[in-house]
């Protein structure tokens, strides 16, 4: 097939978007430098700069090699990710660049997020073949890349809202952990939301529960408590009655089967109990995601999220931007009446449903 455009360019449009595309393909070259950024420590190490730093200064801070430092710090110039001061030729981060480069305490710390493109990128041809095929690719089936990856992204989020804003948005659920109630969470990948509920109420008995082995295990090497434990076990038939909340923490959209685990998860559920399900902002028409939040959902989506439910049983592939209306609907058939958004930040909804 020929296609001829060049009658109908417009000079314009052409320009901006190949504007846009160069900015795509530096976007994606500095991936990498962000995570080797990361492995070296040069972020930390000027973060913990008093002053600003040359190449050679960064270099022999970090014990990496100058050139390739000099050549690693103007990309990051270039980025916006690093400041630069010509008239001394050195690199320096502002309070906002290290809260989102280099202090992973911050809640708005990004960089761990990179990490898992390795495995996105790695798994490039498998993804390919499936679009042909309409096969998944499974959680499992990436390097262990993804889920440290997944890990580090949502992590800053969790513990900066988690127990300070979502938990408190949820009708008497506080108060209950206070107490001391059981809690389920579902999906929890390496455990970092589970650790957080469990270390803020020592009352209260947490169970973190994933399908993928390796993260179970992961999550128990990292976390260890008196009131938390984790354990291998798919949504849809965990083990265990009478938990008064159970969580869901961007994971139902990667399900095959999110009916099938809501469903189990009511039967789960105290008379009393609440699910908190946490997932991706979205609105309920492709239009409203039509920004820079749904940009990095939709891709992740593509790339990782609807292949995982395409390789599980049910293969539902709700994708990472359902939206409010439709994961209220799935809710609903799942047996929940009362279902609510409880709170939103600009990267998470937190619906709540009660029996």
Same mark, same amino acid.
């Given at each position: 097939m020929n296609i001829h455009t060049t009658a109908s360019l417009d000079e314009g449009r052409l320009n901006a978007l190949m504007g846009t595309v160069l900015n795509e393909i530096g976007a994606a070259h500095n991936a990498t430098l962000v995570i080797i950024g990361e492995k070296v420590g040069l972020y930390?190490?000027?973060?913990?700069?008093?002053?600003?730093?040359?190449?050679?200064?960064?270099?022999?801070?970090?014990?990496?090699?100058?050139?390739?430092?000099?050549?690693?710090?103007?990309?990051?110039?270039?980025?916006?990710?690093?400041?630069?001061?010509?008239t001394t030729d050195r690199f320096f981060m502002t309070p906002e660049q290290v809260a989102v480069f280099a202090d992973e305490e911050s809640s708005t710390y990004l960089a761990g997020g990179f990490q898992a493109l390795s495995a996105v990128y790695a798994g490039e041809p498998r993804l390919a073949a499936a679009f042909t095929t309409g096969e998944g690719v499974g959680w499992g089936e990436?390097? /262990?890349?993804? %889920?440290?990856?997944?890990?580090?992204?949502?992590? +800053? *989020?969790?513990?900066?809202? &988690? =127990? @300070?804003?979502?938990?408190?948005?949820?009708d008497g659920v506080t108060e209950k952990l206070e107490r001391g109630i059981?809690?389920?969470?579902?999906?929890?990948?390496?455990?970092?939301?589970?650790?957080?509920?469990?270390?803020?109420?020592?009352?209260?008995?947490?169970?973190?529960?994933?399908?993928?082995?390796?993260?179970?295990?992961?999550?128990?090497?990292?976390?260890?408590?008196? /009131?938390?434990? %984790?354990?291998?076990?798919?949504?849809?038939?965990? +083990? *265990?009655?009478?938990?008064? &909340? =159970? @969580?869901i923490f961007d994971a139902l959209h990667d399900m095959g089967d999110p009916l099938g685990a809501v469903s189990h998860i009511r039967a789960a559920l105290s008379e009393d109990g609440t699910l908190m399900v946490v997932e991706p902002k979205a609105g309920d028409r492709l239009a409203d995601n039509l920004n820079p939040v749904g940009r990095v959902f939709y891709a992740a989506s593509t790339n990782v999220c609807v292949p995982a439910s395409l390789g599980q049983d049910g293969r539902a592939a709700l994708g990472a931007q359902a939206g409010p209306a439709r994961l209220g609907a799935l809710l609903r058939d799942g047996g929940f009446s009362r279902v609510r958004t409880a709170i939103a930040t600009p990267f998470n909804m937190v619906l709540e449903a009660r029996p």
């Open positions: 930390r190490a000027l973060a913990e700069s008093r002053e600003p730093l040359s190449a050679a200064g960064l270099a022999a801070r970090t014990g990496a090699y100058e050139r390739y430092v000099r050549e690693w710090a103007c990309a990051q110039a270039a980025s916006g990710f690093v400041g630069y001061d010509e990436h390097c /262990n890349c993804l %889920f440290c990856g997944t890990e580090r992204f949502f992590r +800053p *989020g969790y513990k900066g809202h &988690l =127990v @300070a804003e979502w938990l408190p948005a949820l059981r809690v389920a969470d579902i999906g929890c990948g390496h455990g970092a939301s589970t650790a957080i509920m469990a270390e803020a109420f020592p009352n209260s008995e947490f169970v973190g529960y994933d399908f993928h082995e390796p993260s179970i295990l992961e999550a128990g090497a990292k976390y260890r408590a008196p /009131n938390l434990r %984790f354990e291998v076990a798919r949504a849809q038939d965990f +083990p *265990g009655t009478g938990f008064d &909340l =159970v @969580a």
